[in-house]
């Protein structure tokens, strides 16, 4: 399984980004889907995850900026970005709890990418 994530830039604060990651491979379910990030000197945090039944949970740091969705049949989960401030300057990964066609269910991670807030 690969997760191949994309969307990540620079932007002001106040500014919008979204991300995107795409989960392939030999996959015949997905349950949850979120997005981490990890902050120079921090160490990784949750930021918004999505269940099966588009449940999601949310940082508190995120709550009303951040809006988490999902794909199911193009296993894709997407973050949009409002209100973006300095502190949401990290690398952010995705991750994906996914059962593979042989293996059974395993936790999968993308490969990062990097969101900077920055005027």
């Known amino acids: 399984v690969q997760l191949q994530a994309s969307g990540g830039g620079s932007v002001q604060p106040g500014g919008s980004l979204s991300l995107s990651c795409a989960a392939s491979?030999?996959?015949?379910?997905?349950?949850?889907m979120g997005w981490y990030r990890q902050a120079p000197g921090k160490q990784r945090e949750l930021v918004a995850t999505?269940?099966?039944?588009?449940?999601?949970n949310y940082a508190d740091s995120v709550k009303g900026r951040f809006t988490i969705s999902r794909d199911n049949a193009k296993n894709t989960v997407f973050l949009q970005m409002t209100g973006l401030k300095s502190e949401d300057t990290a690398v952010y990964y995705c991750?994906?709890?996914?059962?593979?066609?042989?293996?059974?269910?395993?936790?999968?991670w993308g490969q990062g990418t990097l969101v900077t807030v920055s005027s």
């Open positions: 491979g030999r996959i015949l379910n997905v349950n949850h």
């Open positions: 999505v269940r099966s039944d588009e449940g999601t």
């Open positions: 991750k994906v709890d996914a059962y593979v066609i042989g293996a059974g269910w395993s936790t999968f």
